[in-house]
T-cell receptor
């Protein structure tokens, strides 16, 4: 069964460093998303991406964040200068109709 | 804005049925989802229901939707210890690009 994959599974970085989280959505999907889940909190929407551009973003998705689909398979989330409060589980999702989520990347900012 | 509410915790004995309840506020919800999250793992899509349906059954899982009351439930028949996890109710609507709004999650504990 096709699935969304994400790498790395765990990333540790120092405050102020840039990180890139990678996702490979399901191959025939057209809509792509990033969400995050701070430990013990709800899963929150960050951004949606369609037709090679951001279609919707939340208040969390400020100028420190960017997304890119550099080729036909990968979808990336970049955090330019990480803060302690960026520590969370980051989930990628994709869909044609219902949304499927990847296993997540746990980002730890120290 | 959209809001999804769930109780935080449910404990059942192995073999019993579990019923996890959820309420939502967005009357334009199109998809109503149940995701399962095991410790340290991702979000597994368990099942979903379209807003024009009342019920959906998939093996041990039964989803009931009361659109008038904006109430969604997930029944797990013959609950097993492997069903222990956090269950997230979630919704997305037909407007915009269908971002998913999640509830807080219900932690299901299955007692052997």
């Amino acid at each position: 069964e096709p699935e969304v994959t994400q790498t790395p599974s765990h990333q540790v970085t120092q405050m102020g460093q840039e990180v890139i989280l990678r996702c490979v959505p399901i191959s025939n999907h057209l809509y792509f998303y990033w969400y995050r889940q701070i430990l013990g909190q709800k899963v929150e929407f960050l951004v949606s991406f369609y037709n090679n551009e951001i279609s919707e973003k939340s208040e969390i998705f400020d100028d420190q964040f960017s997304v890119e689909r550099p080729d036909g398979s990968n979808f990336t989330l970049k955090i330019r200068s990480t803060k302690l409060e960026d520590s969370a589980m980051y989930f990628c999702a994709s869909r044609v109709s219902e949304q499927y989520f990847g296993p997540g990347t746990r980002l730890t900012v120290t | 804005g959209e809001d999804v509410e769930q109780s935080l915790f449910l404990s059942v004995r192995e073999g019993d049925s579990s019923v996890i309840n959820c309420t939502y506020t967005d009357s334009s919800s199109t998809y109503l989802y149940w995701y399962k999250q095991e410790p340290g793992a991702g979000l597994q899509l368990l099942t979903y229901i379209f807003s024009n349906m009342d019920m959906k059954q998939d093996q041990r899982l039964t989803v009931l939707l009361n659109k008038k009351d904006k109430h969604l439930s997930l029944r797990i028949a013959d609950t097993q210890t492997g069903d222990s996890a956090i269950y997230f109710c979630a919704e997305s609507n037909s407007g915009g690009y269908q971002k998913v709004t999640f509830g807080t999650g219900t932690k299901l504990q299955v007692i052997p």
